[in-house]
């Protein structure tokens, strides 16, 4: 395709066109993209500027190239209206298309001309790991990270002056830490890859003791409002419920005949820890009651697995987040959509705020979003990197976020402002869980070699 074809195409015309059907189809797409007309939709605002920028471009260099001597246009106006951000916004217009091939040529143009270019780098990333491109999509995920690092001034493998610093490594597992959890300052509870469930002492991080029972790794855990029960999902299909002081296995639900069909993912008590909601690999949703191991409701045909499940602070409702850009709000009672958000990116992590109804979501494009979900409006939207965020928690006082990305760079933010308060790169393997002291001071960090690392805050 060369330059003036690219004019054409943003006008919708073909190359035959006359001067009056460019005139005609200006008019036309000016009118239905003007931004005047999304003033009250802010995101299809911003959308619609990008394509009027387009437009007006288009029309004016299709004008001067009919007014003027045609080799001339081609040679040199042309190449001096062409951008990297022109060529950027084609790379987006195509690719919103489905003709990725397409878009990877006018993102590399964009590159080329401005090879630090984040959002063009970001834009192509995502649309090679569609194609499968698995390789080149790493490589521009490296190249992100050291525009980004750059950007701070700061080298990857120079130490970064933080108040965080590494207090002890707990060796309690074999394999993978898929879940952490603190409860109350007075234990915490780890689960991974080996099949085990260890409780420790949040005093002097000794070892309580090793629950077992699972035959598949574990990869949720929950523990009860009171916190004499916990609640464990994994691969075996099973949910099992335990007693934390004793160690003692009380109840499975689940099994070759009944519950799920397939690894169950997520896990979570309601508040009067009589029933457990799930789910599972097998693209449902249930809750059970503990007492009578049956199951109250089972939500069928979701069109993806739900990875993850959080509940409400008043525990009225949960949310469930799976492969879809969507925040779903469902009653805990009978298991009904309320209401749904639209997330713009993939959700790879979810956290409640402790006091008011406000929801973090990590996502893949590194950005972390806050949404009130009493108006469904986002009211907060945090660059943190341009690798996914695989881990964020609210601080218990609801002040602070505590955010993770696919480099282990971990990033405290401030709630109010959305301002950065200190972050620090712990030279450990890849960060799969998280957890945080009631004082916000001391870190537990799960990681995917085994190892939990202590880390606490000097200031």
């Known amino acids: 395709m060369n330059n003036?074809?690219?004019?054409?195409?943003?006008?919708?015309?073909?190359?035959?066109?006359?001067?009056?059907?460019?005139k005609q189809a200006y008019r036309q797409q000016a009118r239905k993209y003007h931004p005047d007309r999304f003033v009250n939709e802010p995101e299809k605002q911003e959308e619609a500027q990008e394509k009027f920028k387009q437009i007006n471009q288009a029309y004016e260099i299709l004008k001067a190239y009919f007014s003027h001597d045609q080799k001339a246009v081609s040679q040199d106006i042309i190449a001096k209206k062409t951008t990297p951000e022109f060529y950027y916004n084609l790379g987006i217009q195509t690719a919103e298309k489905e003709n990725y091939e397409e878009s990877l040529d006018y993102f590399a143009r964009a590159?080329?001309?401005?090879?630090?270019?984040?959002?063009?780098?970001?834009?192509?990333?995502k649309v090679l790991e569609k194609l499968g491109f698995e390789n080149r999509a790493k490589a521009d995920a490296r190249r992100i990270l050291e525009i980004e690092l750059s950007l701070r001034n700061i080298s990857k493998n120079s130490p970064i002056n933080s108040p965080w610093q590494s207090k002890i490594v707990l060796k309690g597992h074999f394999g993978a830490v898929n879940a952490i959890l603190n409860y109350q300052d007075q234990y915490f509870v780890s689960a991974g890859n080996d099949k085990t469930i260890k409780i420790w002492n949040c005093k002097n991080f000794s070892l309580i003791n090793t629950l077992k029972g699972h035959s598949g790794k574990i990869n949720s855990i929950d523990i009860s409002k009171n916190g004499k029960i916990l609640a464990s999902g994994s691969k075996d299909q099973t949910i099992k419920i335990w007693e934390v002081i004793k160690g003692n296995l009380l109840i499975t639900l689940g099994g070759l005949f009944s519950g799920h069909s397939a690894q169950v993912l997520a896990v979570k008590f309601t508040h009067n820890h009589r029933y457990i909601l799930s789910t599972s690999l097998d693209k449902t949703i249930k809750l059970w009651d503990i007492e009578t191991r049956k199951e109250i409701y089972t939500i069928?045909?979701?069109?993806?697995?739900?990875?993850?499940?959080?509940?409400?602070?008043?525990?009225q409702t949960f949310v469930s987040v799976g492969a879809e850009k969507y925040l779903i709000i469902r009653n805990v009672k009978n298991g009904k959509i309320i209401k749904s958000i639209k997330v713009y990116s993939k959700i790879l992590a979810i956290a409640y705020h402790p006091k008011q109804a406000i929801l973090a979501v990590g996502c893949q494009d590194g950005t972390i979003q806050l949404f009130n979900l009493e108006t469904k409006q986002k009211i907060l939207d945090l660059k943190a990197n341009f690798m996914g965020i695989s881990s964020i928690l609210f601080t218990v006082d609801g002040n602070y976020l505590i955010s993770v990305d696919l480099d282990n760079i971990v990033i405290k933010w401030e709630v109010k402002t959305g301002k950065k308060i200190d972050y620090f790169q712990p030279k450990i393997k890849q960060i799969l869980s998280l957890a945080i002291s009631l004082n916000s001071k001391t870190l537990i960090i799960g990681t995917n070699n085994g190892q939990i690392s202590i880390w606490n805050h000097n200031i």
Request: glycine share 2%; hydrophobic share 40%.
């Open 4 to 22: 003036l074809e690219q004019y054409y195409q943003i006008l919708n015309l073909k190359k035959t066109a006359s001067l009056t059907d460019i």
């Open 111 to 125: 590159i080329k001309l401005n090879p630090e270019y984040l959002e063009a780098l970001l834009y192509r990333k």
């Open 300 to 315: 069928k045909d979701l069109l993806h697995p739900i990875f993850a499940l959080i509940l409400s602070p008043d525990g």
